[in-house]
């Protein structure tokens, strides 16, 4: 029987989540398919809870709906559980499961891009404090960094992230980024600026070491101006794609029973998308 998985939110038009997953059913011989499935929040709960009489033996789930999707499973893993959101779910025994893969993606990206780049593990400063960043902060922290600096233009919203996580994070106005650029060992963009569409994150990047690596969840466009400028000046940096690619390595294990690899070739094949589209530099 054709295993039924799909990515749902709204909207969902833009995902490459189906090329990805398509890639992989293909690869390994595997009966399924991956769709999409448009579901307005106020839609979200109702469509969750009856996905095994749609069909499916599972999902994705992109913004506005994962802290929706979260409310309503039976079981969460650990991540999803301290996150408040969900973007993986999954049916077992009639149970609806989930867990949140955004903040493993993160780490595995850089992992596979820039081995060894977590070596001082001192201070990671990230920017914006939207609902990527509260998973990447929570990824940086059990990767074990002494300090995570969190940006952002409203402090409260950074001031609510850190309270969750306790005293290794530290909330600090945009403005004031600059003030612990110097000691960085990493820098991270969850902001939205540099997004096709949006302004361009300016930051003075002058003050990151040498052996600072910068990294931006943004993939559309691949090349951002913030990693235009970090590669300009000889630093190691980390696009979005990846990101993309690794976070859905778990679901398409559970879906499927096989644990699939994250490849030069997969990489390639949704760069061709971007590129098709315009979509490769801003």
């Given amino acids: 029987m054709t295993v039924r998985v799909c990515i749902t939110g709204s909207p969902v038009s ?26 307005p929040p106020a839609q979200a709960a109702e469509f969750y809870r009856s996905l095994a009489a749609r069909g499916y033996a599972g999902c994705n789930v992109t913004a506005p709906n994962k802290e929706i999707a979260f409310s309503v499973l039976d079981e969460a893993d650990e991540s999803a559980a301290i996150l408040g959101s969900a973007n993986t779910l999954w049916l077992d025994g009639g149970r609806l499961c989930g867990a949140s893969t955004d903040g493993y993606g993160f780490i595995a990206n850089l992992d596979a891009t820039v081995p060894g780049w977590d070596g001082a593990r001192k201070l990671a400063l990230v920017l914006g404090a939207g609902g990527a960043s509260r998973a990447i902060v929570h990824a940086l922290v059990e990767r074990g960094f002494e300090r995570v600096v969190l940006a952002n233009r409203t402090l409260e919203r950074a001031e609510a992230i850190a309270a969750a996580f306790g005293k290794k994070v530290v909330p600090l106005a945009f403005d004031k980024a600059s003030d612990v650029m110097a000691d960085a060992d990493i820098l991270v963009n969850c902001t939205s600026l540099g997004m096709k569409g949006a302004s361009a994150l300016t930051i003075d990047l002058s003050r990151l070491k040498p052996e600072a690596v910068v990294s931006d969840i943004v993939y559309v466009p691949l090349l951002t101006p913030l990693l235009t400028a970090a590669a300009a000046r000889g630093l190691r940096t980390v696009d979005g794609l990846g990101m993309l690619l690794h976070q859905g390595v778990p679901g398409f294990e559970r879906w499927f029973g096989v644990r699939p690899e994250v490849t030069p070739e997969l990489r390639e094949v949704l760069i061709a998308d971007l590129r098709a589209k315009g979509q490769l530099a801003a």
Avoid: C, N, T
């Fill in 14 to 39: 833009y995902s490459r989540s189906p090329l990805l997953h398509d890639y992989w059913l293909k690869a390994y011989g595997i009966d399924g398919e991956y769709g999409r499935e448009e579901v």
